[in-house]
């Protein structure tokens, strides 16, 4: 589904539930030695998926261990993201001299929840949002909400830095009543660990079977 809104050349790999019988990679069960049973049956499937996608690139199957800030760690010379939800696991993966970062995300499509606004957005986008409510099928705060993550997922690869809520203003653009673009114009420096600096990502957004989907893939 993700391919919708993401460019050609991208090795992608999907599930809308966990499959009987996955165990983690022996090298990754200590990152979930004490999580919960749904936590960890999420995050099998989607550490599975992304060994799919990596086969995908002809890449050999290897554990995603944790980083900084719990960002995966991808085989050299390959870029990823990572998304999961109620409904939705993915992984998507590229080679990293064609791809300078991706970063996915999905959510339920339902409105956020009371009092989750204020903290994530800032009063521009508040203000845009108010502007829509009312206006088409769709939940813009939650769209919101994931671009904001999706935007997270693209940046920290290439800065090391963390970006908060506040430290982008996103805008949208509808193709039609449920998928469109959107740019996040990054309201702090961007420089990055290497290569030119970052002003700004474009992304694009879809609403479908009740889900959220957001990609943006940093060439």
């Known amino acids: 589904m993700i391919e919708q809104i993401l460019p050609g050349g991208i090795a992608i790999a999907e599930a809308f539930e966990d499959p009987p019988g996955l165990v983690p990679h022996p090298s990754e069960e200590a990152l979930i030695g004490r999580a919960v049973e749904k936590r960890r049956r999420e995050f099998v499937t989607t550490r599975n998926l992304a060994r799919t996608a990596m086969g995908k690139l002809g890449v050999p199957a290897a554990p995603v261990m944790r980083g900084e ?28 001299m064609q791809v300078r970062s991706l970063g996915i995300d999905a959510e339920p499509h339902g409105p956020l929840p009371d009092g989750v606004l204020p903290a994530v957005s800032i009063e521009d986008e508040r203000t845009w949002l ?58 702090v420096p ?30």
């Open 130 to 187: 108010g502007e829509q409510a009312g206006d088409g099928p769709v939940h813009w705060d939650r769209i919101l909400f994931c671009a904001k993550e999706a935007t997270y997922k693209a940046w920290f690869p290439l800065t090391q830095r963390w970006l908060g809520f506040e430290d982008a203003h996103i805008t949208f653009e509808s193709e039609s009543d449920t998928s469109g673009t959107f740019r996040s114009k990054l309201l």
């Open 69 to 96: 800030r719990g960002a995966p760690l991808w085989p050299k010379g390959v870029v990823g993201s990572l998304a999961h939800c109620d409904g939705y696991r993915g992984a998507v993966l590229a080679y990293s």
């Open 190 to 219: 961007g420089e990055t660990t290497s290569g030119a600096p970052l002003t700004e990502f474009d992304g694009r957004w879809m609403v479908s079977d009740g889900l959220i989907l957001t990609a943006i893939s940093v060439q």
